[in-house]
């Protein structure tokens, strides 16, 4: 088998419903445990306020999103690197479920609650690390924007199922909503054994047999709804050839040109965190309640936020599929976040009106979703396979330190401009969590629009 070989077959491959199922139940995965991620932060408000303090539940959430997610990232990426894709999404999955179990038999106290929300964390650093980089390796570069956007787009479902339950459960069943949400997850967990390893990576391990086996048994299922395949591009094969590495070379992140991506993408990745990504959610539910929003309305919003907010994001570009650049998106995505800032800060402060805060939190949503998955797909694909994992590990990882002291900035700024309408917390994360990192992505960040994996990432 020639080098090259695994990549050329994938990539020439049409696009059907066997790549859909596969992106589609690593998305679940990703779905679930992105709802799990987020408890602390929605029951806070509504169920421990009494409990401990502002103080206390903002460093319970830069757990929960942070510090967890960060150990879990780098060790997760550093172990698919190792082991395989599908091993650490897996075990990541499950853990993360069990641990959400666990938090409902040891919540209110709060060093419980440290400990299960810490092991959660860890399983979605797994998940995180794995999930965008494992959908890359199975997509053909032709259909990859429209696959992986589409798929990423379902978690606006999951979302919606999990706040769905919080709508009905919460305050008064709490506990019973945690353990649906963990079993849930547990679930998904065992639905990712019926997906396969990434033959993309078993062929960097020299696992060639075993790649051509899964590749075959992936062009057999494809054929069976396309009809004839064409043959695939023996010239990528010899432009492009995969070096067989046993040893994660975790050093090459750090060296020439991937340095000077590491270095672009850490910067952006600890700046959207703190804000874009999970800066605003830390006090979401705390402006909410302020407002009048009580436990069941919340849980309503945070449905229309990861529902249609964060579908809208996703889904409309992936119909366009290649025609726009990710660096371009992410951008985009920062200034539909912040401009929806602007609706829930008048809306909320100057003159109140409900319909529009609901407007305002799904948009917040949208632009989120749109940053956020569009960084996802930006960075798995600007490194090679034999350290894919392990850098995305190391840039997203290392970006949660972003998570860490974003909600306690956020929950600061926002208690601080409190009859001001909380514009603190709402202009840090809309200039330093979303437009600043956004700008460096798609000034300084490389083109990869309609380019293969392997040529993007040389």
């Known amino acids: 088998m020639a080098p090259g070989e695994i990549a050329a077959r994938i990539d020439r491959l049409p696009s059907t419903f066997v790549q859909w199922r596969y992106c589609l139940l690593t998305q679940l995965a990703y779905g679930f445990v992105t709802v799990c991620g987020s408890y602390a932060a929605s029951l806070y408000p509504y169920v421990w306020s009494s409990d401990f303090s502002h103080y206390k539940y903002s460093w319970l959430n830069a757990v929960q999103v942070g510090i967890g997610i960060l150990i879990g990232e780098y060790v997760g990426g550093y172990l698919a690197d190792w082991f395989g894709r599908r091993k650490v999404i897996t075990l990541g999955c499950l853990l993360s479920g069990l641990f959400v179990v666990a938090a409902a038999f040891v919540a209110p106290n709060y060093f419980g609650l440290m400990l299960v929300i810490f092991g959660q964390a860890v399983g979605a650093g797994f998940v995180i690390a794995t999930n965008a980089l494992y959908m890359h390796e199975i997509v053909p570069p032709k259909y990859r924007n429209r696959i992986t956007l589409g798929a990423q787009s379902t978690t606006a479902i999951w979302a919606m199922v999990g706040f769905g339950l919080g709508h009905f459960l919460v305050p008064d069943h709490y506990r019973l909503y945690l353990v649906i949400l963990g079993a849930a997850t547990v679930v998904s967990a065992a639905l990712l054994l019926t997906i396969p390893e990434s033959p993309r990576w078993l062929e960097a391990k020299g696992r060639r047999n075993e790649a051509r086996t899964i590749v075959e048994r992936?062009?057999?299922?494809?054929?069976?709804?396309?009809?004839?395949?064409?043959?695939?591009?023996?010239?990528?094969?010899?432009?492009?050839?995969?070096?067989?590495?046993?040893?994660?070379?975790?050093?090459?992140?750090?060296?020439g040109e991937y340095l000077r991506r590491t270095l672009l993408l850490l910067p952006a990745w600890i700046l959207g965190y703190s804000g874009i990504v999970w800066g605003w959610a830390a006090y979401q539910a705390i402006h909410l309640e302020a407002y009048g929003f009580g436990a069941s309305q919340f849980f309503l919003v945070s449905m229309i936020t990861y529902g249609p907010g964060y579908a809208l994001g996703g889904v409309v570009f992936s119909f366009f599929n290649e025609r726009f650049e990710r660096r371009t998106l992410v951008l985009l995505g920062a200034v539909v976040f912040s401009l929806a800032f602007v609706i829930i800060w008048y809306f909320s402060y100057v003159h109140q009106v409900d319909t529009m805060l609901y407007i305002g939190w799904g948009l917040i949503g949208t632009g989120s979703a749109l940053w956020l998955f569009n960084m996802y797909n930006y960075t798995a694909a600007a490194y090679p396979t034999r350290l894919r994992s392990t850098a995305t590990g190391i840039t997203d990882g290392l970006g949660h330190v972003g998570a860490i002291f974003g909600p306690l900035v956020v929950v600061a700024l926002g208690d601080a401009t409190k009859s001001g309408g909380y514009y603190g917390f709402m202009l840090y994360c809309a200039i330093v969590g979303a437009i600043i990192p956004g700008v460096l992505i798609r000034m300084l960040g490389i083109r990869q629009k309609d380019a293969s994996l392997e040529g993007i990432s040389a």
């Open 218 to 255: 992936i062009e057999k299922a494809v054929a069976r709804r396309a009809g004839r395949l064409p043959e695939p591009d023996e010239r990528a094969m010899l432009e492009r050839p995969v070096a067989v590495t046993e040893r994660v070379p975790v050093r090459e992140v750090f060296q």
